[in-house]
Structure formats: structure tokens, C-alpha cells
Nanobody
Framework: QVQLVESGGGLVQAGGSLRLSCAAA????????MGWYRQAPGKQRELVAT???????NYVDSVKGRFTISRDNAKNTVYLQMNSLKPEDTAVYYCNAQRAGRGYWGQGTQVTVSS
């Protein structure tokens, strides 16, 4: 069974930073498209950022210039560095792994940004 375990969430003041980590197990990590999604209360889950096996990245417009996604294939881990956090970034953040039409989710980690 594929496992994705997120960590690094928490409470931070506006303007602060957090780094999320997602450790993957039981997949050939380097072959997967990895992504971070988030879901705020009462809203649909939305894509935040993705990174391909080759390291190409994509971001939703609202986080461009503030968030950075990266991956360490040797550690089977994907990261999301979040800087200049805003209250509207408050959400549960989920790690996602996709390959050949199959996707997997982590359990999520809460990020709360206070104003």
C-alpha cells in the first residue's frame, strides 16, 4: 500500500514561513508527478504546485513568487517551502502522487495563518 505522510504544518503569523514535507513509501518515487493541493473550509480542494520527475514545476497564480516546490528522489520526499504567508493560505495541505492514471493522497496537514 502506497503511503504519503505529510508534516510541517502549524500556526504562523502573516508574513511568516513554513516548510511542508511529504515522505513517500512503497512507490518508485522518482517516476511520479508529485503535487501539493489545499482545501480551505467550505471550499473545493485546489492545486497549489506540482513537480515532475525531471524537476519541472508549476504553480497556481496565487502562490507564485511565494511558494517553492522541490523534491529529493534519494529521500523519497517532496517539499513545499511557503514564504510570505497570508491568512488566505489557511487550509489543509495534501500531498499527491500521480503516475499512469493512478493517484494517491496523504492524510493532510493543517496550515493556519493568523492576521
Amino acid at each position: 500500500q502506497v503511503q504519503l505522510v505529510e508534516s510541517g504544518g502549524g500556526l504562523v503569523q502573516a508574513g511568516g514561513s513554513l516548510r511542508l514535507s511529504c515522505a513517500a513509501a512503497r512507490i518508485i518515487f522518482s517516476g511520479y508527478l508529485m503535487g501539493w493541493y489545499r482545501q480551505a473550509p467550505g471550499k473545493q480542494r485546489e492545486l497549489v504546485a506540482t513537480i515532475t520527475s525531471g524537476g519541472s514545476t508549476n504553480y497556481v497564480d496565487s502562490v507564485k513568487g511565494r511558494f517553492t516546490i522541490s523534491r529529493d528522489n534519494a529521500k523519497n520526499t517532496v517539499y513545499l517551502q511557503m514564504n510570505s504567508l497570508k491568512p488566505e493560505d489557511t487550509a489543509v495541505y495534501y500531498c499527491n502522487a500521480q503516475r499512469a492514471g493512478r493517484g494517491y493522497w496523504g492524510q493532510g496537514t493543517q496550515v493556519t495563518v493568523s492576521s
